[in-house]
């Protein structure tokens, strides 16, 4: 029996449930102070002064640290994503551009020595018109965020393939909305920390940091910093949930290493929620004017759309190109090879976008599957029956996308199918028209999905920036006793894959699972690799150890032939060990096989000694995973609450290694797409401030908010040596559309129609009393 | 007058004020780092410690209001022996966990809640932990763990 495909329990579990898990904020070194920043009260002004003369003389204060006093001595915190952006120093000087800006940092022996030193700071500012609506910051005199770019257009995508205009004005219905996908946060339960250590051995740091990609941000930091990258050695200990936000370098991060530098002391610093919310990354943010053109019998004829992605104020990391997945992907499934899809990327006096789980592609994937669910309505189709049409069957693969993604594998139609059926969609549909008393009404909503991931193969057009790896590696070291070693260019943040390569490999080397030893996150450790992000883990890391392991595997049989002296081509490796073919015995284990291979004291140097292979994998293509989502809801027309009653999945990502971990990713998608349906939102208030900047005014579900979730599979490997597919993002990919779907489908009889997410509960009241108000009754 | 406190079957006589956040006391006087802070609205939940059986948000508590208590974190779950206790096990077993960053305030609460319970329905586990966020496992299988231990099976 293979470990591939096994719910093995996982590594590493036992740290963690014993509380010996170590995150950055467990870390404390000798002399360590702690800081806290100055940060902007306004989304919008000019800085006149930033005083910390009397924060600098407070007790236990071992430097204070002004923006503007400073000025460009502050590193300028480069855009991944662009080769040229707006200055964007690690504490600001002139202009603060977003509520929560860091303008100042006190770094003290204590946290609450910095904290009553920032009472006496005093600083000044003379405030600025702001925008905050992307539509209203295209327009011909808003308040520019950057005025030197004369604009508050960043950017734009345009694709169009056919001939819309015609397809549109011939089509027997066109369905118009617009459709707002509302800001949210990652929320990850450890907020972000960083503790950076001036190392004097080698004249830079040690950083311990709460991120996905170490090897990345150290090749930026480097520069950053000024210093080389031998100086910087970046550690991902444990880390609580990144979801995408944790990608990225900070203004605040990074003044916090370049503090360690300055003074010479370990400087750690661990954000409070209230600044994660202000000052770490948001997410989604899209406003779509979209249109489906279709043919009565339901067939799909084009697609438009003219949307804004509200980039913030500043290029942050990979800000410029958060959203241009949306209009590549906004076709998913579907036979659509008519598209009008434009996108209009615009800086508002915001915290800057970021991906967040499924980035760009669960946007497409929700308008998509809005349009469909209100066309469906309109034509009065069923919406099952109208996807079907429509979605491309798997005799039409490989199938050429208007955006030149090939797909070549999956049955869309079965997996809807599936979905439908489990949640017993032809009863549910009888139920619906069962007079109910009580004021209840109930909802069916349905979505598909097609997640591209594997993130990416090096000089993919996805990956236009200056330092981004796309493969994967993995370093595999077998010891002197035997123990085998792999160290992973990965960087989880809770996906288990330590516990899958260790799968992988235990298979290859026919050793078990529990006596491998895996390590990532280190960059002194591991060789350079891709961290973690854009469901790469399986895909891209997997390989990586699967390449590695079978090098070692080579390695060991050439010492076995040495030490046999038999031709390699004879010698077998089994769960018993290494022998020669035809004889079971005698029989190498791997400590003596390794033993030899690092002291050579029975055969001489008949090999390079030493037992270790390097493999880098870079992954030839994008993949993709796919799925479809069912949900039932029930709406309480007195108080507008929706509940979920049923919710099924129907996913297909190739070969699992741990059937375990592939759930758990599911479930923690559909949680966070189930939030951005009804309970997520950064909401900013007139003058910019973000006002649900706690947990609790930001409604993060909870365990009663969640329904049990009834998950199904389909398996098409894909054509990978592993045959296996992404997962990490999907279930956050159709979960919202299905949820909103099954909403509208609920309250459509009353005349209601949503436009915009969350459907809180007030929201949902709002909209049924605006269209109680427009019947008259 | 420094505070005693007994922590995990030990007794401690602490230098830390009384107005110090009991969260506080355990990760930093006491190196107990296994008991998090995710908020800072005593909303999350990562702070869940038990006093006297009782779960209480450690980051909601002065260790003054504790004094001569008997607090359990986390690290006091597992037993003399280092085996890990029913409800750690069910955890690992039914993979309940992710990052783990939420883990030790579910771990706290499912203790003293299994303590008690019996024979739950899935509504009412889930009204018991709904003083614990999490981002990571759609809380799924930490109902179902919680199920489990309480006696039942989960669906």
């Not at chain 1, 947990?695 to 398996?715: K, N, Q, T």
Request: aromatic content about 6%; some cysteine.
């Amino acid at each position: 029996m293979t470990e591939v495909g096994r719910r093995v329990t996982r590594k590493e579990d036992a740290r963690l449930l014993r509380g010996a898990g170590r995150y950055v904020d467990d870390i404390s070194v000798p002399g360590m102070c702690q800081p806290t920043f100055v940060r902007s009260p306004y989304a919008h002004a000019d800085i006149v002064a930033v005083d910390m003369d009397e924060a600098g003389r407070s007790p236990g204060v071992v430097a204070a640290f002004s923006g503007p006093q400073l000025g460009d001595e502050l590193p300028d915190v480069p855009c991944a994503a662009a080769d040229t952006w707006p200055e964007n120093r690690a504490l600001s000087a002139d202009r603060v551009r977003y509520v929560g800006e860091p303008v100042g940092m006190i770094v003290a022996t204590s946290v609450k020595a910095a904290l009553d030193a920032a009472e006496t700071v005093v600083d000044d500012y003379e405030p600025l018109p702001i925008v905050l609506d992307p539509w209203e910051a295209l327009e011909e005199g808003a308040p520019l965020v950057h005025p030197e770019l004369g604009t508050n257009k960043c950017g734009e995508v345009h694709k169009v393939a056919g001939d819309p205009d015609t397809v549109f004005a011939e089509a027997d219905l066109v369905v118009s909305r617009e459709i707002t996908i509302q800001r949210v946060s990652a929320t990850p339960m450890e907020p972000r920390a960083v503790l950076a250590v001036p190392d004097p051995t080698t004249g830079g740091l040690t950083v311990w940091l709460s991120c996905q990609s170490p090897h990345m941000l150290r090749t930026w930091l480097a520069e950053i910093l000024g210093l080389e990258e031998a100086q910087l050695r970046i550690i991902a200990p444990d880390v609580g949930g990144g979801f995408g936000s944790k990608i990225e370098l900070y203004c605040d991060e990074v003044a916090v290493m370049w503090a360690a530098l300055r003074t010479g002391r370990p400087v750690k610093w661990v954000e409070s929620r209230s600044e994660n919310y202000t000052s770490a990354v948001h997410s989604r943010d899209q406003i779509h004017r979209a249109e489906l053109a279709v043919r009565a019998d339901g067939t799909i004829l084009g697609l438009r759309s003219h949307f804004v992605g509200d980039l913030g104020a500043y290029l942050h990391f990979f800000t410029p190109v958060v959203p241009d997945l949306t209009v590549d992907t906004i076709t998913g499934n579907y036979r659509i090879d008519c598209v009008d899809i434009r996108l209009e990327k615009v800086y508002t006096n915001k915290m800057s976008l970021e991906p967040l789980r499924g980035s760009g592609r669960a946007e497409a994937t929700f308008v998509l599957e809005r349009l469909i669910e209100e066309a469906a309505r309109e034509l009065d189709v069923d919406p099952v029956e109208m996807r079907m049409v429509n979605l491309i069957r798997p005799d039409e693969l490989p199938y050429r996308t208007f955006s030149d993604m090939t797909y070549t594998g999956g049955d869309y139609p079965a997996l809807l199918g599936r979905a439908a059926e489990l949640i017993g969609y032809d009863e549910k549909r009888r139920l619906q028209t069962v007079e109910r008393i009580d004021g209840r009404r109930l909802g069916i909503g349905l979505a598909t999905y097609n997640l591209v991931c594997g993130f990416s193969p090096s000089g993919h057009e996805w990956n236009p920036m200056k330092y981004f790896p796309g493969h994967e590696v993995a370093l595999i070291r077998v010891d002197p006793h035997g123990t085998v070693t792999v160290y992973s260019g990965l960087s989880p943040h809770g996906q288990g894959s330590d516990t899958a390569l260790a799968q992988i490999v235990a298979d290859e080397l026919h050793v078990p699972v529990d006596a491998i030893v895996v390590i990532h996150g280190d960059t002194l450790a591991v060789p350079y690799g891709g961290g973690t992000h854009g469901s790469r883990g399986a895909i891209v890391g997997g390989h990586a150890a699967l390449m590695a392991a079978q090098r070692i595997v080579d390695k060991a049989k050439t010492v076995a032939a040495a030490m046999f002296e038999a031709p390699v081509g004879d010698i077998i490796l089994d769960g018993d060990g290494l022998h020669v073919a035809g004889s079971p015995s005698p029989m190498l284990t791997w400590a003596e096989v390794a033993h030899e291979a690092h002291f050579l004291t029975r055969c001489g140097p008949k090999f390079e000694p030493g037992f270790e292979a390097t493999a880098f994998y870079d992954p030839p293509s994008v993949n993709f995973s796919f799925g479809a989502n069912a949900a039932v809801v029930e709406v309480d027309v007195e108080t507008g609450a929706v509940r979920i009653l049923e919710f099924v999945s129907v996913d297909d990502c190739g070969t699992e290694i741990n059937p375990n971990i592939v759930d758990g990713q599911l479930h923690g998608g559909i949680a966070q797409g189930i939030g951005q349906a009804l309970y997520e939102e950064l909401v900013h208030s007139a003058d910019g401030q973000v006002i649900s900047a706690d947990i609790g005014s930001y409604v993060l579900p909870a365990a009663p908010d969640v329904p049990r979730i009834v998950l199904d599979r389909m398996c098409t490997p894909s054509e990978t040596p592993l045959g296996v597919r992404g997962v990490g993002e999907s279930g956050a990919l159709a979960s919202t559309a299905a949820v909103v779907n099954a909403v509208a489908d609920a309250l459509a009889p009353l005349g209601v129609t949503i436009d915009r997410t969350p459907l809180r509960p007030g929201a949902v009241w709002e909209m049924l009393r605006g269209a109680k108000c427009a019947d008259g009754a | 007058m420094s505070i005693e406190l007994t922590v995990n079957d030990v007794d401690h006589e602490l230098t830390s004020p009384p107005d110090t956040l009991l969260v506080y006391v355990l990760r930093e006087e006491l190196g107990l780092t296994g008991t998090h802070v995710g908020c800072d609205t005593s909303v999350c939940g990562a702070c869940a410690v038990l006093v006297d059986g009782t779960p209480l948000r450690a980051c909601a508590l002065l260790v003054g209001q504790v004094e001569g208590r008997n607090v359990r974190t986390v690290e006091g779950l597992a037993g003399d022996d280092g085996d890990l206790s029913p409800v750690q096990k069910a955890f690992t077993e039914l993979h309940a966990l992710q990052c783990g960053f939420c883990t030790s305030g579910f771990l706290m609460v499912a203790t003293a809640f299994v303590a008690e319970a019996e024979d739950p329905t899935e509504d009412e586990v889930r009204v018991a932990l709904s003083g614990n966020l999490c981002r990571c496992t759609g809380y799924q299988n930490i109902v179902d763990a919680v199920i489990r231990l309480a006696g039942g099976e989960p669906t």
